[in-house]
């Protein structure tokens, strides 16, 4: 069977992020998945309803996706405003549909609360980066669903074989 790969919608030129931009990533190989048939796109944020644009929003200062995960720590918005509940609903609705279209592979915009999988940003919305990973990547990876940042497309390429 051939492997299905869940991928950011920003990163197939949809202006989906908080900004209401894309970052759309250029590579033979998303054109040949996507000629066969093997992407499925998705913003989590958007699956849960969130507005574009939106307010930034990042994992609380101190805590992990893995806090978030299991109800100790929160995701808020640059003025204060609590949204894990929305990210929270967001991971579901990925891993939801990653395992109905059998993805077993994920490739993700890197920074975001939802979709990093290298890094995040630390919660003072200073620009200040961490390692760590968003909401939707640490539900995914603890599912069994490889993931990927668009960092990595070449180790994606690497892990499908083709």
């Given at each position: ?45 958007m699956s849960a309803g969130m507005p574009v644009p939106r307010l930034a929003a ?35 609705n990925a891993l939801a549909l990653a395992v109905e279209t059998g993805c077993t592979?994920?490739?993700?915009i890197d920074g975001s609360p939802s979709c990093g999988s290298g890094f995040v ?42």
């Open positions: 069977m051939t492997a299905k790969i869940l991928v950011s919608a920003c990163l197939m030129g949809h202006a989906v992020r908080y900004d209401g931009q894309a970052k759309p990533l250029v590579h033979a190989a998303l054109d040949r998945w996507r000629d066969e048939g093997r992407l499925v796109t998705v913003c989590p944020e990042e994992i609380g200062e101190g805590w992990s996706a893995a806090d978030i995960l299991s109800g100790k720590g929160q995701v808020r918005e640059s003025n204060g405003t609590d949204v894990t509940g929305g990210f929270l609903q967001a991971a579901r592979h994920a490739l993700l940003y630390d919660g003072s919305f200073s620009g200040r980066r961490q390692k760590d990973e968003g909401v939707t990547a640490a539900l995914l990876k603890a599912h069994g669903i490889q993931v990927f940042s668009d960092r990595q497309i070449e180790e994606l390429v690497a892990a499908i074989g083709h």
